[in-house]
């Protein structure tokens, strides 16, 4: 197939960050590898859902907080770097 401009290259690169965690029942503190300074930096999925920060967690630097256990065997993803505080 043809194309205008510079070949794209065969690879991808991550974007963001991620941490995954799994959930035992009682846990509701998870220490991320990357802090963040409010929810919006940050997008929570447990089970594949996507997790309402208003209702469901928050964060205080590198520690994430649901507001009730994840349940036992469920895996958490956090995906880090969606937005930036710092306008330049």
Known sequence: M???????TD????????DTFTGDGSTTAYT????????KQIMVFVGGVHQDPATSY???????????????????NVVHDLYSTDVT
Do not use: C, D
């Open 11 to 18: 690879s991808f690169r991550s974007l963001a960050v991620k």
């Open 32 to 39: 991320m590898t990357q802090a963040a300074s409010e929810v």
């Open 58 to 76: 928050g964060v205080s630097t590198t520690t994430l907080t649901f507001t009730s256990a994840v349940p036992n065997g469920e895996i958490v």
């Open 2 to 8: 043809a194309y205008i401009g510079k070949r794209p």
